[in-house]
């Protein structure tokens, strides 16, 4: 399922990264990679502010659904 999808507070492991290469290696660098964990902080309007790798981001809902968990 995609990432806009989990609940706040819920951890989840990334399974897969969909999209295109330049997407695929912007997600990589701020460290949501295949087997990593991210934990959903805050949803308004679909967007999301999530932490992984102990750094709190916050991604458009484009870019969310991009990652699967």
Same mark, same amino acid.
């Given at each position: 399922?995609?990432?806009? @999808? *989990?609940?706040?507070?819920?951890? $989840?492991? !990334?399974?897969? /990264?969909?999209?295109?290469?330049? $997407?695929?290696?912007?997600? $990589? =660098?701020?460290?949501? !990679?295949?087997?990593?964990?991210?934990?959903?902080? =805050?949803?308004?309007?679909? %967007?999301? /502010? !999530? %932490? /992984?790798?102990?750094?709190?981001? *916050?991604? =458009?809902? *484009? @870019? $969310? %659904?991009?990652?699967? !968990?």
């Amino acid at each position: 399922m995609p990432l806009t @999808m *989990a609940r706040c507070g819920e951890t $989840a492991t !990334v399974k897969q /990264i969909h999209g295109k290469d330049e $997407a695929k290696r912007f997600l $990589a =660098s701020l460290g949501f !990679v295949e087997g990593g964990k991210v934990t959903i902080i =805050s949803e308004m309007g679909g %967007n999301l /502010i !999530v %932490n /992984i790798k102990e750094t709190r981001i *916050a991604l =458009s809902k *484009a @870019m $969310a %659904n991009k990652i699967m !968990v």
